[in-house]
């Protein structure tokens, strides 16, 4: 079964650039997660989705930060104006429904390198 | 609210020796417990994880867990370790009894193997 794929797997901007990050979750995974991962830190969830709808999106800096995952399958995440703190792993994730009501493994892709000049 | 302490960042060991890396979390209600691994330009791979019964958990690679309630502690320990073993390991803790409760991690151990 293929696993979670992220695209791009690096990438260098300016700040108060913009850029999209794509995450497409294994197949059959209702649930996708996006995180950041500062260097030296472990990850922080962003975003939760169910479907295509939001879980839990309090961590997300939605002055500049957005995720969207329209149709339920992939998604994506943008940075609107990139700030140099941006720099960090982003990681995303998928669980789906393996028959128990409580517990979920979550499945990472190979995340995104930003690094904001 | 749950969080998660490593309480050292780098572990260097030698090669074929024994390693623990120290985990304390905090919760006010059951937990779920994890410790993940990620290699170098790599994401997070599950090592193990408990969620009840045994407190002895076993996982890949030859690494296995405690879970000690008392001591709020998920201590991973593996008897000998090989220069593959090189990575971080993050533990990381979840609500129990709810899918969607989200997960903590940890700051993270980098361990390094010395031949």
């Known amino acids: 079964e293929a696993g979670v794929a992220q695209s791009p797997r690096y990438k260098i901007i300016e700040k108060r650039q913009s850029v999209a990050f794509w995450c497409n979750p294994i197949s059959g995974h209702a649930t996708l997660y996006w995180y950041q991962q500062i260097l030296g830190q472990g990850p922080k969830l962003l975003i939760q989705?169910?479907?295509?709808?939001?879980?839990?999106d309090s961590q997300l800096p939605k002055d500049r930060f957005s995720a969207e995952r329209l149709k339920g399958v992939d998604s994506t995440l943008k940075i609107q104006p990139a700030k140099l703190e941006d720099s960090a792993v982003y990681l995303c994730a998928s669980s789906g429904t393996s028959g128990s009501i409580s517990y979920n493994e979550q499945f990472f892709g190979p995340g995104t390198r930003l690094t904001v000049l | 609210a749950q969080s998660v302490t490593q309480l050292d960042s780098q572990v260097p060991v030698f090669e074929e020796a024994p390693v623990e890396l120290r985990c304390n979390y905090s919760?006010?209600?059951?937990?779920?417990l994890f410790w993940y691994v990620q290699y170098p330009n790599q994401g997070l791979q599950l090592l193990l994880k408990y969620l009840s019964g045994s407190t002895l958990v076993k996982g890949i690679n030859g690494f296995e867990a405690e879970f000690n309630k008392s001591q709020t502690s998920f201590h991973l320990r593996k008897p000998s370790v090989h220069i593959s073993d090189t990575a971080e390991y993050f533990c990381a803790v979840s609500g129990a009894y709810s899918s969607a409760s989200k997960i903590i991690f940890g700051s993270g151990t980098r361990l390094s193997i010395r031949p």
């Open positions: 919760s006010s209600v059951s937990v779920y």
């Open positions: 989705f169910q479907n295509n709808g939001v879980v839990d």
